[in-house]
C-alpha cells in the first residue's frame, strides 16, 4: 500500500491551498481517513477525520470553519482544503489511511508534505 500526498508548498496568509494523498495498492477497501500535521518543534497532531462513505467529518478546532475534509472513493483518494491559512498553519501534513484487509485493518501513514503559509 502506497500514500502519495500531493499539493503542498508555500501559500500567502488569507489564500488556499488543497492538499491531495492517493491511495494505491492491493487491498479490500478503504475505512477512514485523516489529516494530521507536525510544526517543528511540535507533536504531530490531528487535523481532521472523514468515515469511510464521506458522510461524516469531524475536525480539531483550529481547522473547523477554515479547512474541509473530503474523498473520492472512486479514485481512492482524500483531499484537504485549506482557506484562510495562517502561518500557525505552517507544518507538515500527513495522511492517514485505514485499509482493509479481508484478514483485518492496518494504518499506514504518507510520508508527509511540507505546507509554508507566509505572512
Known amino acids: 500500500v502506497h500514500l502519495e500526498e500531493s499539493g503542498g508548498g508555500l501559500v500567502q496568509a488569507g489564500g488556499s491551498l488543497t492538499l491531495s494523498c492517493a491511495v494505491s495498492g492491493s487491498f479490500f477497501g478503504i475505512g477512514g481517513m485523516a489529516w494530521y500535521r507536525q510544526a517543528p518543534g511540535k507533536e504531530r497532531e490531528w487535523v481532521a477525520s472523514?468515515?469511510?462513505?464521506?458522510?461524516?467529518?469531524s475536525y480539531a478546532d483550529f481547522a473547523k470553519g477554515r479547512f474541509t475534509i473530503s474523498r473520492d472513493n472512486q479514485k481512492k483518494a482524500l483531499f484537504l482544503q485549506m482557506t484562510r491559512p495562517n502561518p500557525e498553519d505552517t507544518a507538515v501534513y500527513y495522511c492517514?489511511?485505514?485499509?482493509?484487509?479481508?484478514?483485518?485493518?492496518?494504518?499506514?501513514w504518507g510520508q508527509g508534505i511540507q505546507v509554508t503559509v507566509s505572512s
Open positions: 472523514i468515515n469511510n462513505s464521506g458522510g461524516r467529518t
Open positions: 492517514q489511511v485505514t485499509v482493509v484487509f479481508q484478514v483485518g485493518r492496518l494504518d499506514h
